[in-house]
């Protein structure tokens, strides 16, 4: 069964303080892997798309990358705008579905 | 470019009686998916539409939920009659992708938090 677990659950972090978030996934045939922003009261806003293991991609403080089994979302130098939830999902190579597998999310809260 | 839009953006209703929500997805995009998103945790399908026709609605409890995306476009969720369980947030998303190539990113709209008591 396909499966997307995340770790940690949530995280505190002091403004400047690196740290990274871990997307461990289980599926067959990996299509792609996406990380999601979601803030309180709104949907998840899109952030990135990877492939394929070895990839990785950036996006001002963010950046995500993969390798066969996880995922890695590390966050440089965090600012208090970074706080949220981070959502990462898979979705399989096999059938003509885009269905999207959810972990549960890590909610990063970031302290002036 | 305007992003998917969801209405209402919350509902309180009683067990047993019946909710719909809509969503207009981004112009263009021929992919929809309706998410079930419980709090604390991620979302779940329901159900994806390609154009007017279903193409995954595995996950969709059919004895209470119906959805329809007449003309390619607007799409309604409907849920009789509606249980405690069904509390959570509804999110729409659309995609640029058809055919059977699935895949390519999903934009979501904000979501009808629903409040069943």
């Known amino acids: 069964e396909d499966q997307v677990t995340q770790s940690p659950e949530a995280l505190r972090l002091q403004e400047g303080e690196s740290s990274s978030l871990n997307c461990s996934y289980t599926v067959s045939g990996l299509r792609g892997l996406f990380w999601y922003r979601q803030d309180p009261g709104k949907g998840p806003e899109f952030l990135f798309t990877?492939?394929?293991a070895g990839e990785e991609k950036e996006k001002e403080r963010l950046k995500a990358t993969l390798t066969k089994k996880e995922s890695f979302l590390h966050i440089t130098a965090p600012k208090p705008e970074d706080s949220a939830t981070y959502l990462c999902a898979v979705q399989a190579r096999s059938g003509n579905t885009g269905k999207l597998i959810f972990g549960q999310g890590t909610t990063l809260q970031v302290k002036p | 470019e305007a992003g998917v839009a969801q209405s209402p953006r919350y509902k309180i209703i009683e067990k047993r009686q019946s909710v719909a929500f809509w969503c207009n997805p981004i112009?263009?995009?021929?992919?929809l998916y309706w998410y079930q998103q419980i709090l604390g945790q991620g979302p779940k399908l329901l159900i994806q539409f390609q154009n007017n026709g279903v193409v995954d609605d595995s996950q969709l409890p059919k004895d209470r939920f119906s959805a329809e995306r007449l003309k390619g476009v607007d799409s309604t969720l409907k849920i009789q009659p509606a249980k405690l369980e069904d509390s959570a947030v509804y999110l729409c998303?659309?995609?640029?992708?058809?055919?059977?190539?699935?895949?390519?990113?999903?934009?979501f709209g904000p979501g009808t938090r629903l409040t069943v008591t």
């Open positions: 112009s263009g995009h021929a992919t």
């Open positions: 990877l492939y394929s």
């Open positions: 998303a659309s995609s640029r992708k058809t055919g059977t190539s699935g895949g390519g990113e999903q934009y």
